[in-house]
């Protein structure tokens, strides 16, 4: 049982770092601001998920459990906001930039 | 081990290149989102010195609310900026420079020799405060420390914050003093900032009370707190949905002071029960530590606010 959690934290975690390393790469190459942000979002988004969810395996409390996962859906909801108010800004100010 | 060190490098050189690219950046405003960037990476740094208590202090009032009030004072020197830009205007003088850089670098060799170069362990009061921490019913060191044995600091550290807050007032037009901080911003447009100024203050409220509550045993105490309740007051204020209170108010004024107050108070009973100023009588430390953090967690959350809110613009 300890075998198969650690597997699938390795699994789920070393997926999680392949989305935050394209999401970075897409913030780096992406040529204008909102495709940047659709890059960084899906980073935050799948990355971070995938992230806590292999990390899930390795707690042993519950409610240890239930803050990673909290930390997971306040991200979402940051950082939904936060891309938002991003890409309104980059419309008022010509759609480039 | 190994992988360890290397993460710790890496961080390291991260937090010297940040600081580097900040002081390079021509503009206010990029080199304020870097500082905030910076602030979270210190945070890291102290979270892996196992400093837990600095880490969250550092990540809620270093980079969160600092960053908030350089953020908004970056937006009020932009007109200025673009105008005549105010860091490219007049460079100091080569000489001038090379000195600095000479005095800074002769400071940082002298620390990493001292570090570096120091033979056996470090002195340390450490044992002999956690000995006494179980009579104060603290089992965090850190709040142990800063609130009995330095509490003198700690007192002196929100009397502090009260006087910033008097230098912001203080640079209110006569017309505007004791009217509400800030530009009006209620102004119903964003509809996605003011769902999440709905969503997360319920939230928040719950974490900022866990934080200060856990502070007793676990990083934590009435700064993160205070901090997380300042920050969802802001959230409010930043969405439109309420202004900023008119600073004449009296609960603001009420609440801006009743901590130090308290803390002073508590203090002053010192004197009385057990044997001095800002000491607690054994029976009943706890409580009464747990009751002055409380009040001063609130006191805290309106000051970092008002803070943030700037100024009185608006007439009363």
């Given at each position: 049982m300890m075998l198969v959690g650690n597997i699938a934290t390795v699994v789920l975690v070393s997926l999680g770092a392949v989305f935050f390393l394209a999401g970075t790469v897409g913030l780096l190459r992406f040529p204008d601001s909102m495709t940047r942000l659709h890059a960084l979002t899906k980073a935050d988004n799948l990355g971070l998920g995938l992230v806590v969810l292999g990390l899930l395996p390795q707690v042993d409390s519950v409610p240890g459990a239930l803050k990673l996962v909290a930390v997971w859906v306040l991200t979402q909801l940051a950082g939904a906001t936060v891309t938002q108010l991003v890409a309104r800004a980059v419309w008022r100010g010509g759609g480039r930039s | 081990m190994s992988l360890a060190v290397l993460a710790d490098a890496a961080l390291v050189l991260l937090v010297l290149g940040l600081a580097l690219w900040i002081n390079a950046a021509s503009r206010a405003f990029p080199a304020v989102v870097g500082y905030v960037a910076f602030g979270l990476l210190l945070a890291l740094a102290w979270l892996r010195l196992s400093a837990g208590d600095v880490a969250m202090t550092e990540a809620a009032v270093g980079s969160g609310v600092t960053g908030a009030v350089l953020i908004a004072a970056s937006v009020r020197l932009r007109a200025a900026e673009t105008e005549a830009p105010p860091l490219a205007a007049a460079p100091p003088a080569l000489p001038l420079r090379l000195l600095a850089l000479l005095l800074s670098g002769l400071v940082t060799a002298a620390l990493a020799g001292l570090v570096l170069w120091t033979t056996g362990p470090a002195p340390s009061l450490a044992d002999q405060a956690v000995q006494h921490l179980p009579g104060l019913g603290m089992g965090n060191a850190v709040t142990g420390v800063l609130i009995a044995y330095r509490a003198l600091d700690t007192l002196l550290e929100k009397v502090v914050l009260l006087l910033a807050l008097m230098g912001i007032w203080s640079l209110a037009k006569d017309r505007y003093w004791g009217g509400i901080p800030?530009?009006?911003?209620?102004?119903?447009?964003?509809g996605a900032l003011i769902l999440l100024a709905r969503l997360l203050p319920p939230i928040g409220i719950v974490v900022a009370v866990y934080i200060l509550w856990v502070g007793a045993a676990e990083p934590g105490g009435a700064f993160q707190g205070g901090a997380i309740l300042a920050a969802m007051w802001l959230l409010v204020m930043l969405a439109g949905l309420r202004d900023a209170?008119?600073?004449?108010r009296p609960w603001v004024r009420l609440c801006v002071t009743v901590g130090p107050a308290a803390f002073i108070a508590v203090g002053l009973t010192g004197f009385a029960?057990?044997?001095?100023?800002?000491?607690?009588?054994?029976?009943i430390a706890k409580p009464l530590i747990i009751a002055v953090e409380s009040v001063l967690t609130l006191s805290i959350a309106v000051i970092l606010g008002l803070l943030v809110a700037g100024p009185p613009e608006q007439e009363p």
């Amino acid at each position: 049982m300890m075998l198969v959690g650690n597997i699938a934290t390795v699994v789920l975690v070393s997926l999680g770092a392949v989305f935050f390393l394209a999401g970075t790469v897409g913030l780096l190459r992406f040529p204008d601001s909102m495709t940047r942000l659709h890059a960084l979002t899906k980073a935050d988004n799948l990355g971070l998920g995938l992230v806590v969810l292999g990390l899930l395996p390795q707690v042993d409390s519950v409610p240890g459990a239930l803050k990673l996962v909290a930390v997971w859906v306040l991200t979402q909801l940051a950082g939904a906001t936060v891309t938002q108010l991003v890409a309104r800004a980059v419309w008022r100010g010509g759609g480039r930039s | 081990m190994s992988l360890a060190v290397l993460a710790d490098a890496a961080l390291v050189l991260l937090v010297l290149g940040l600081a580097l690219w900040i002081n390079a950046a021509s503009r206010a405003f990029p080199a304020v989102v870097g500082y905030v960037a910076f602030g979270l990476l210190l945070a890291l740094a102290w979270l892996r010195l196992s400093a837990g208590d600095v880490a969250m202090t550092e990540a809620a009032v270093g980079s969160g609310v600092t960053g908030a009030v350089l953020i908004a004072a970056s937006v009020r020197l932009r007109a200025a900026e673009t105008e005549a830009p105010p860091l490219a205007a007049a460079p100091p003088a080569l000489p001038l420079r090379l000195l600095a850089l000479l005095l800074s670098g002769l400071v940082t060799a002298a620390l990493a020799g001292l570090v570096l170069w120091t033979t056996g362990p470090a002195p340390s009061l450490a044992d002999q405060a956690v000995q006494h921490l179980p009579g104060l019913g603290m089992g965090n060191a850190v709040t142990g420390v800063l609130i009995a044995y330095r509490a003198l600091d700690t007192l002196l550290e929100k009397v502090v914050l009260l006087l910033a807050l008097m230098g912001i007032w203080s640079l209110a037009k006569d017309r505007y003093w004791g009217g509400i901080p800030g530009p009006s911003r209620i102004q119903p447009t964003n509809g996605a900032l003011i769902l999440l100024a709905r969503l997360l203050p319920p939230i928040g409220i719950v974490v900022a009370v866990y934080i200060l509550w856990v502070g007793a045993a676990e990083p934590g105490g009435a700064f993160q707190g205070g901090a997380i309740l300042a920050a969802m007051w802001l959230l409010v204020m930043l969405a439109g949905l309420r202004d900023a209170p008119a600073i004449s108010r009296p609960w603001v004024r009420l609440c801006v002071t009743v901590g130090p107050a308290a803390f002073i108070a508590v203090g002053l009973t010192g004197f009385a029960l057990p044997n001095g100023f800002l000491s607690y009588p054994d029976s009943i430390a706890k409580p009464l530590i747990i009751a002055v953090e409380s009040v001063l967690t609130l006191s805290i959350a309106v000051i970092l606010g008002l803070l943030v809110a700037g100024p009185p613009e608006q007439e009363p």
